[in-house]
């Protein structure tokens, strides 16, 4: 027969395990997320492996399942899909380095201006440019949102599931930039999304230089490595973002804690202008 003491004990241990449980699935769940923090602005590497860019609740067109007590805030699409058109080589340089660039992303939510940094970030800058006008952006899926740990809205990617390129990749700029103090990417800085792996497996290549179409704006201060080219800044449009973040972001996909925004996020139309 237990005694009331041998008994107490047990529950005791009990309990103790039941703490040790939530504080293996507390950390398990923060390991993912800091995945997502470290690799969720990073392009997936193996093509297939669509299920890395989104997480959502009720069934969507991503086959997942979406919060279906958020309305969707922003307008449906205009009619038309991306291109997918992809080139074998980086355009040539073209853009005026002194000059004045300014993107216009004409989104579903609204409107977002981006000032470009065309004298720090040249060859970032020439590749939005020359995309931009090949309409390689238009009716794509603004497709992550990550609202824990870093704040970004990431987009740029015609496949909309994190593994599109635009079939070359440019070199990484302006990692040094005054402006990245603490390792901080701002809030209202634009910076590219890349392969980069500064641990990769032996025998393996970090990958740098591995920026193609993918971008983020940083919604919030966010502490990031320098490990991506900030080119651009915010010029308009904070009210859109801040609809799109008020939505929120799904649940976390359970096999990469990559979280993608409720809000319908698509830009119908994109171009980029000399000031």
């Known amino acids: 027969m237990v005694s009331q003491e041998q008994r107490r004990r047990q529950l005791a241990r009990e309990k103790l395990e039941r703490q040790q449980q939530r504080k293996a699935a507390a950390r398990s769940k923060t390991q993912k997320r800091n995945a997502a923090i470290a690799g969720g602005i990073v392009l997936a590497l193996v093509a297939g492996l669509v299920v890395a860019a989104v997480g959502l609740f009720d069934s969507d067109d991503n086959g997942k399942d979406k919060k279906d007590t958020v309305a969707d805030p922003c307008a449906r699409p205009a009619p038309g899909t991306p291109s997918g058109q992809t080139w074998k ?88 930039d005054p402006k990245l103090k603490g390792n901080v990417y701002p809030a209202g800085t634009i910076a590219m999304a890349n392969r980069y792996n500064p641990q990769p497996p032996k025998g393996e290549s970090k990958n740098e230089d591995s920026g193609g179409s993918q971008f983020f704006i940083v919604y919030q201060d966010s502490e990031l490595p320098p490990y991506y080219t900030p080119f651009g800044t915010l010029k308009g449009g904070e009210d859109v973002l801040k609809k799109i973040t008020k939505a929120g972001a799904t649940a976390p996909d359970p096999q990469t804690g990559n979280t993608a925004p409720i809000a319908t996020v698509v830009i119908n139309k994109a171009t980029v202008k000399r000031s």
Do not use: W
């Open 89 to 176: 080589k980086e355009p040539k340089l073209t853009i005026d380095k002194s000059a004045d660039y300014t993107m216009e992303l004409a989104t579903t939510c609204g409107d977002i201006t981006i000032g470009l940094d065309a004298k720090n970030a040249p060859h970032t800058v020439n590749s939005f440019n020359f995309l931009a006008g090949k309409g390689y952006f238009d009716h794509t899926k603004c497709h992550r949102l990550t609202d824990q740990g870093i704040y970004v809205l990431q987009c740029g990617d015609p496949k909309g599931d994190g593994t599109g390129t635009p079939g070359y990749t440019i070199p990484d700029e302006n990692l040094k």
